[in-house]
C-alpha cells in the first residue's frame, strides 16, 4: 500500500513540475519571440524616412509610413493580423494565442530635438535611455500563452532603434 501511495505521490508531484516547467517555457519563448521581432520591427519602421528633410541633413521620420513598416514586419514576423497597428490578433498557427498590444510607440527625429545625447524618460513603463541621435522607441505587451492554468503574466518588451550622430 505504501508503495503504491509514493507512486501516486511521484506522478502528482512529475504532472506538477511538468506544467510548471511547460508554463515557464512558454514565458521565455514568448519574451524571446516579441523581443527579437519588435527590434526587427523599429529597423524597418526607421527605415521610413522624409526625402525632403533628409534631403536638407535631417532624420525625420515619415510616421505613417514608419508604422505601417512596424505592422507589417510584426505581422510577418510573429504571424499576427493587424488592421489598425496597434492591436495584433495571433493567426490560427502563431505561437501566441491572446491579443499583443503597441502599447507605446514614440518618435525622436529632428524635429523633436536637434541636440545628442537625448534622454528620453518614460514613467509609465519605467524607461529611462540615452540615446545619441534620432530614435523609435516602440513597447509591446501580452498574456504569455500558457498552456495550463496558471497565475496570468504580462510580457512586456521594448526596442529601441537609434541612428547615431
Do not use: C
Amino acid at each position: 500500500m505504501s508503495t503504491a501511495l509514493r507512486t501516486i505521490l511521484l506522478v502528482v508531484l512529475f504532472a506538477f513540475i511538468m506544467s510548471l516547467q511547460v508554463n515557464l517555457d512558454a514565458d521565455k519563448t514568448s519574451t524571446f519571440k516579441m523581443k527579437n521581432a519588435l527590434e526587427l520591427a523599429v529597423h524597418d519602421g526607421a527605415l521610413a524616412l522624409s526625402s525632403a528633410d533628409l534631403a536638407n541633413g535631417k532624420i525625420v521620420f515619415d510616421q505613417n509610413a514608419a508604422l505601417n513598416n512596424i505592422q507589417a514586419s510584426l505581422d510577418t514576423n510573429l504571424n499576427l493580423t493587424s488592421n489598425a497597428g496597434y492591436v495584433y490578433t495571433p493567426n490560427a498557427n502563431s505561437f501566441f494565442k491572446n491579443n499583443l498590444y503597441l502599447v507605446d510607440l514614440e518618435f525622436i527625429d529632428d524635429n523633436v530635438t536637434t541636440t545628442y545625447p537625448y534622454i528620453y524618460n518614460n514613467p509609465n513603463y519605467n524607461i529611462s535611455k540615452t540615446v545619441n541621435g534620432p530614435s523609435i522607441i516602440a513597447i509591446m505587451t501580452t498574456d504569455s500563452p500558457r498552456w495550463f492554468n496558471g497565475s496570468d503574466t504580462i510580457i512586456r518588451q521594448a526596442a529601441v532603434y537609434e541612428y547615431k550622430k
